[in-house]
Structure formats: C-alpha cells, structure tokens
C-alpha cells in the first residue's frame, strides 16, 4: 500500500484546509486510516482516524468539531477538512493506513498503523 499525502499550506488562524490522502496498491486490504501530526520539537500525535468503509470515525479531543475525516470511495482518497485553525494545529500531517483492526484503544496509536505517507506541512499564522 502506498499513500500519497496532500493539500499542506499556510493559512491564517481561523481558516480552514482541507488535506488529502490517496492510496495506491493494495487497497482492498485496508481497514483503516488516520492522520497524525508532529509539530516541531514534539512527539507524532493522533489527529482522526476513519475504517475503509467510511463508516466509523474517531477524532482526538482537541480537534473535534473543527476537523472532519471522510472517504471519497471513487478515489480511494480519505480528506481531512479543518476549519477554525488555530496556531497549535502548525505541523507536519502524514496520513497512515492499517490491514488490520486494531484493538479499541490503540487505535490512535501511530504503531497500529504499517503504512506511512510523506508528510504534507501545515504553518497556521497568528
């Protein structure tokens, strides 16, 4: 499975981006994917994950309600659209995928996930 992350910008604090993520290859065999971000000098963090199906969602708390996951099934691509950015939202977001369902809580963990996109950089300005 390959990925192919997109959409990184700059943007001003209340706006909005909307990232993409295609994948390639095998994906069939996906159950899931997420994005994580990884701000400068900080650890890779969960930011919202979606099944293949497109029927489960899951967000990180600080994000709900601004950031929304979906799958466009024809393109085999998962969006994630943010709006009311903030400066705390600036990092680095990959997108990742799993062939297996992971355990409940370990689903916002980036080592429940085997395949990794490059990084698309987003730079919120106050």
């Known amino acids: 499975v390959q990925l192919q992350a997109s959409g990184g910008g700059l943007v001003q604090a209340g706006g909005s981006l909307r990232l993409s993520c295609t994948a390639s290859?095998?994906?069939?065999?996906?159950?899931?994917m997420a994005w994580f971000r990884q701000a400068p000098g900080k650890e890779r963090e969960f930011v919202a994950g979606?099944?293949?199906?497109?029927?489960?969602?899951y967000y990180e708390a600080s994000v709900q309600g601004r950031v929304t996951i979906s799958r466009d099934e024809s393109k085999n691509t998962v969006i994630l659209q943010m709006n009311s950015l903030k400066p705390e939202d600036t990092g680095d977001y990959y997108c990742a995928a799993t062939l297996r369902r992971p355990i409940l809580s370990q689903r916002s963990k980036s080592d429940a996930y085997g395949y990794w996109g490059q990084g698309t950089l987003v730079t919120v300005s106050s």
């Open positions: 979606i099944s293949w199906n497109g029927v489960n969602t």
């Open positions: 290859g095998r994906t069939v065999s996906i159950y899931a």
